[in-house]
DNA sequence: ACATACATCTCGCGA
DNA sequence: TCGCGAGGTGTATGT
């Protein structure tokens, strides 16, 4: 119970005393998780409900909160970073409540029992890299443009048109525009319509030729038939296989390509 | 550290005794919250790598994992319900691992120091209500038509179309068909695209006068252009009125219409 | 602040 | 199983 512990674990306190813990350390910004039984009001963009029951709730550093069944990736009630979290004791009840502004949404949690509090901080100042993402596969057909195929020359990059922007904006080895829209997972109907409202766009604006490419690991079965009817072109291409082509020293490469304004 | 303890908790244990403790959790499917020192790796649809840092490990009763840093909403990496995990000591690490199918994805979890182990069961089996939902708002039409307008009337619910779905479809006072598409918030741009397919679908298949109605609390501000070039209109309706209706005593009068088959 | 689009989205429903 | 659409989606990135 000594505060210089990095850890302060405290099985089945009473409330009054969780209420002391927890006031604490809503101010000194440390983590807290609690495991008792509570029930759940939320009201804000919707409402829900959740009677008493055996729970875990996570505040974060940064007033984040969850609150975790025994099942399920999703928290069952939340609220978002920055959240304002009082705590007060009532009769028999322990309550906390965290409000968001914008929209205004308020979280009532009301304990009965608690069978942990667990306080701490945590020193984390790891880099978090993710690949693979649609981004990357951009940036692998700007580098390399043959992977659409051959004679591919990209001109502009998020192009703005109407309303939204192009993936990837070129040229084909005929002197045809091309417009591309890139999916990082199997493509369905939506990216086939964007597609489509791109191309239109275009024609819109251009007296020249314009190629609409789908560029994707693969489509959904049904879109062949729409792609067609549309005069649309699907390219297969894999987040993946983009990824690693990023990975190889030819970085440096695509730094400088990067660099061009277009 | 008697097992009969709903909650076990330990503090700085070493890797072997946490090895054995997890050994024992995974197998009787209770619920695992570690707080320690620890690098990720995921692999999968996309991948990722994070290096060493302090952090929260969450491993659920149905296989769920979620890793939490000290901030945000979202889960840094995870795995979803029905993760397969193995643990094991490797010289002066603990790997705990984790794998799905379809689509096959890793996750492995390197620790160099435990701060804390807690493991327990939860008994939860209160139900979780949400009130305000888009469906919420569907039930709130078919119960009572005039919030479309005064002579709307329902025909079917669901309706199945093309590909797709029309939230509600029915018959205004003059005789026209109209297509609704339900929001629960501000609607943009894919609504109305929503809206516009099905209408067009429905004109396919029909000769009579067809209205499509987009109903959503409001719409984005370049929204109404397209709107008005597409011939489709906007009613205004707030889902939490809506939820409110529904919980007013007509609610026998809404099964019954539920348990029509339309 | 508002609007748009991505996400290892997850989750549920239907075919 | 696939495909589609909702979600208190959250999150980043513009304008």
New binding site residues.
């Given amino acids: 119970m000594i505060n210089s512990e990095k850890f302060i674990v405290t099985k089945n306190p009473t409330l009054e005393d969780a209420a002391a813990i927890i006031g604490k350390v809503l101010v000194n910004k440390k983590i807290l998780i609690i495991v008792g039984n509570f029930k759940?009001i939320?009201n804000?963009?919707?409402?829900?409900n959740l009677e008493y029951g055996e729970r875990i709730l996570i505040v974060k550093s940064d007033g984040?909160?969850l609150?975790h069944r025994s099942?399920?990736?999703?928290?069952?009630?939340?609220?978002?970073?920055g959240?304002i979290l009082h705590v007060q004791k009532k009769s028999n009840i322990l309550e906390i409540s965290a409000i968001?502004?914008?929209?205004r949404?308020t979280?009532k949690i009301l304990f009965d029992k608690i069978f942990m509090i667990s306080t701490f901080s945590l020193d984390d100042f790891a880099d978090?890299n993710?690949f693979?993402?649609?981004?990357?596969?951009h940036k692998a057909i700007l580098l390399k443009p043959s992977l659409i195929e051959q004679g591919f020359k990209p001109i502009s990059y998020?192009k703005?048109v109407d309303?939204?922007?192009i993936?990837v904006y070129g040229v084909d080895k005929n002197g045809k525009l091309v417009v591309i829209?890139?999916?990082?997972?199997?493509?369905?109907?939506?990216?086939v319509l964007?597609l489509a409202k791109y191309v239109t766009a275009i024609k819109r604006k251009s007296d020249r030729d314009v190629r609409g490419v789908l560029v994707a690991p693969?489509?959904?079965?049904?879109?062949q038939n729409?792609l067609f009817s549309l005069e649309l072109e699907f390219i297969a291409l894999d987040?993946k296989k983009c990824a690693n082509l990023l990975k190889k020293p030819k970085d440096k490469k695509l730094e400088l390509f990067f660099n061009k304004t277009f």
Avoid: C, T
């Fill in positions: 759940v939320y804000g963009r919707a409402s829900s984040a909160i609150i099942f399920g990736y999703e928290p069952v009630n939340w609220q978002p970073p959240s968001r502004h914008n929209p949404e979280l978090f993710l693979a993402s649609e981004k990357d596969m998020e703005k309303p939204g922007f993936d829209e890139v999916k990082r997972k199997i493509a369905g109907k939506y990216a964007q693969n489509i959904s079965k049904g879109i729409l987040p």
